[in-house]
Nanobody, 122 residues
Framework: QVQLVESGGGLVQPGGSLRLSCAASGSGIYSINVMGWYRQAPGKQRELVATMSSGGRSNYFDSMKGRFTISRDNAKNTVYLQMNSLKHEDTAVYYC???????????????WGQGTQVTVSS
């Protein structure tokens, strides 16, 4: 079974930083295309934070450009999110997402982690 495990969330003061990690695991994984991060705040819909392709191409939601940085270690099937200058409005559950193929002839599927809580409060 494919698993995406997030870590690194927690409580931080405004202006602080956190680094999130997400590792994809599963013996049947043939390849991973895009990995990224989404978030969902209470009472709001889930929204894109940032994504990165296997080739290193990244994209960010406009409000997060300049503060958040996505990176990826393909050898470890891991994606990271460095979050700086955190604001109260960044408080949300952050979910790891990956588009991957199970088996050599499998189809591209979308997988989600369980999420990690990020709380920005003074």
């Amino acid at each position: 079974q494919v698993q995406l495990v997030e870590s690194g969330g927690g409580l931080v003061q405004p202006g602080g930083s956190l680094r999130l990690s997400c590792a994809a695991s599963g013996s049947g994984i043939y390849s991973i295309n895009v990995m990224g991060w989404y978030r969902q705040a209470p009472g709001k819909q889930r929204e894109l934070v940032a994504t990165m392709s296997s080739g290193g191409r990244s994209n960010y939601f406009d409000s997060m450009k300049g503060r958040f940085t996505i990176s990826r270690d393909n050898a470890k099937n891991t994606v990271y999110l460095q979050m700086n200058s955190l604001k109260h409005e960044d408080t949300a559950v952050y979910y790891c997402n990956a588009d991957l193929i199970i088996g050599r002839f499998g189809t591209l599927r979308d997988y989600w982690g369980q999420g990690t809580q990020v709380t920005v409060s003074s």
